[in-house]
């Protein structure tokens, strides 16, 4: 009988390992102030300049065909609303896991026969922020069935690794800490719902695999490469961790 | 690529006083930071900044290397007449910028 207790007691605690923050709380929350009212006005948001230059580049043609992505989606107010709500997800031609910026990266490949933009240059995130921020106000709604099951996995397998030599897993900051002071700052919940983002400390727009590198050498681990399979399975169990927060394209933090 | 934006509001009556907003995409190297191989990276930043309202300079700023990456500035003018504001910019490597914007003007 106690066994069996016990044997409750510990399914119930493995279950409310993988569940989401309760309540769910956007990063901006914790940021300060000056933080949050640089997010909310539209024109002193700095990552605004990124998005201004991606509906640029959505009209400029690029590739042997002479294509812009505004020749097939037209204008991305309408054909981009939601989108990026459900990255990352599975490509059904290659059945990869793929982020927005894969999915920007696979239509220049595939479509407009353009090479390829550098993982976390200038223009890649101009547009990842352009086609994101259409998605403003809905809220993040990710698959995690079928092909997207193993990548899920092996994302939670990941948020709950310790790593570094400071020995830490996402969840030991993200879920036992959040809300309390890492030094000077507060510690979120770690959510992926503003990027890409313009963080003040970058004095630049920057994706979520950046964060998610700074996050590395923060704890003193090895830092994969951009575009790496890892981050992607990250990125999507991070986004089902954050399942129903508002997308926030492009949000502003410390 | 120089990349700026521009708010104005969108039509003034003639002697309102308006706000003038402006952001414009520049590292704005200080020159106190090395790269990978510790080499300086050489101070660049945006160091004029000039405002023309119809033709006539109606504002101007001199920045240096205190100034965050992608300044924004904002200033009060009196609206006088429809027409332009234009401001243009010039940084360190000698690279110029400018953008317009329209101000309607009614009464």
Request: hydrophobic share 40%; net charge neutral; aromatic share 8%.
């Amino acid at each position: 009988m106690t066994a069996c207790l016990l044997a409750i007691v510990i399914l119930a605690a493995c279950s409310t390992q993988a569940a989401q923050p309760v309540p769910l709380k956007s990063g901006v929350e914790f940021a300060s102030a000056d933080v949050r009212s640089l997010q909310q006005d539209d024109f002193a948001n700095p990552g605004m300049l990124w998005v201004t230059r991606g509906a640029k580049l959505w009209l400029e043609p690029a590739g042997s065909d002479g294509k812009a992505c505004g020749t097939c989606h037209g204008d991305a107010n309408r054909s981009m609303k939601g989108v990026a709500s459900r990255y990352p997800r599975i490509d059904s031609v290659s059945t990869g896991l793929i982020n927005l910026e894969g999915r920007i990266q696979q239509c220049r490949e595939r479509r407009q026969h353009a090479p390829l933009m550098a993982y976390e240059s200038d223009e890649l995130l101009a547009l990842t922020a352009y086609v994101a921020s259409q998605s403003r106000g809905i809220p993040v709604n990710v698959e995690i069935d079928g092909f997207h099951r193993a990548h899920f996995e092996r994302g939670r397998a990941m948020y709950y690794q310790r790593v570094g030599q400071m020995n830490l897993a996402c969840t030991n900051c993200h879920d036992a800490n959040w809300s309390k002071k890492l030094g000077a700052e507060t510690v979120s919940q770690g959510h992926g719902n503003a990027y890409p983002i313009y963080r003040l400390e970058w004095q630049a727009a920057g994706s979520l695999q950046r964060r998610f590198r700074s996050c590395l050498s923060g704890v003193r681990a090895e830092m994969f490469p951009y575009g790496a399979a890892e981050y992607l399975d990250l990125e999507l169990y991070l986004a089902w961790r954050g399942q129903g927060l508002a997308i926030e394209t492009p949000g502003v933090r410390r | 690529m120089s990349l700026a934006r521009i708010q104005v509001p969108p039509s003034a009556k003639r002697g309102e006083v308006i706000e003038v907003r402006i952001a414009i995409q520049h590292a704005m190297e200080a020159g106190f930071r090395y790269d990978n191989n510790g080499r300086t990276i050489p101070k660049n930043v945006i160091n004029t900044l000039v405002a023309r309202y119809n033709g006539t300079e109606v504002f101007r700023a001199e920045l240096g290397s205190g100034i965050s990456a992608n300044p924004y500035l904002q200033f009060f003018m009196t609206a006088e007449a429809s027409g332009d504001i234009e401001f243009s910019w010039v940084d360190d490597a000698g690279e110029r910028g400018s953008e317009r914007a329209a101000i309607v003007v009614v009464g």
